[in-house]
């Protein structure tokens, strides 16, 4: 039974770059989340999946940021035209309707580092 | 709206006693669950305990306890017997119950050092 696996595991690209992280959730899971954590701060949630629908988006993901989920499998998060306040890690958790409490299993991470 | 509030930046605890670590939160919610991860310095949020609202009894889970007094909106965990390997950051979060959207609102976390 494999956990949630994110990549890469750090991406440092330059000031105005666009990146793309990959999540791939736990096989039998249905929700899928992405997380934003900066240094000092707890997790904040940016979107969620359904399947493959895109069901809430946080403020807090500006129209640079994108989010998909194809096939309701694996996810990506792109970030076009990086700002250095983009600098964080990205946290994806996967959770199934079919198991309570529904708790969330998330992955290791992407630590994005803008320059 | 909800929000959780960790008041302990940092704690330190002797091996193999036991430690609190203090969770607050608000919410407007009656039906909600309240959760704790620890994130280790490789990063991965590892879920420990639940707590619904309903929940009449304290929830554990091995060596962790969730210490929940609804009334004070408190929901502090309890490590027994603390292990070198439990030095982490802990966050408290909290999850609305109803809606389709489970997404968690986290506190700012606790720094556990366990010292040998």
């Known amino acids: 039974d494999t956990g949630v696996s994110q990549d890469p595991r750090h991406k440092i690209t330059k000031r105005g770059q666009n990146v793309t992280f990959r999540c791939d959730p736990i096989?039998?899971?249905?929700?899928l989340y992405w997380y934003r954590q900066t240094l000092g701060q707890g997790p904040e949630f940016l979107t969620y999946f359904q399947n493959e629908a895109q069901l809430e988006k946080s403020r807090l993901l500006s129209d640079r940021f994108s989010a998909e989920r194809p096939k309701g499998s694996f996810s990506t998060l792109e970030i076009q035209r990086t700002e250095q306040g983009d600098s964080a890690m990205y946290l994806c958790a996967s959770s199934s309707d079919s198991y309570l409490p529904y708790e969330q299993y998330f992955g290791p991470g992407t630590r994005l580092t803008v320059t | 709206a909800q929000k959780i509030t960790q008041t302990q930046p940092g704690m330190f605890v002797q091996e193999k006693e036991a430690v609190t670590l203090d969770c607050t939160y608000d919410t407007s919610d009656q039906s909600y669950g309240l959760f704790w991860y620890k994130q280790p310095s490789s990063g991965e949020m590892i879920f420990l305990i639940y707590q619904g609202s309903y929940d009449e009894q304290n929830a554990t889970e091995g060596r962790y306890s969730l210490n929940f007094q609804k009334a004070r909106k408190s929901a502090n965990l309890v490590i027994s017997a603390s292990q070198l390997g439990d030095s982490a950051m802990y966050f408290c979060a909290m999850r609305e119950v109803g809606g389709s959207n489970y997404k968690l609102t986290f506190g700012k976390g606790t720094l556990l050092t366990v010292n040998p």
């Open positions: 096989s039998e899971h249905n929700r």
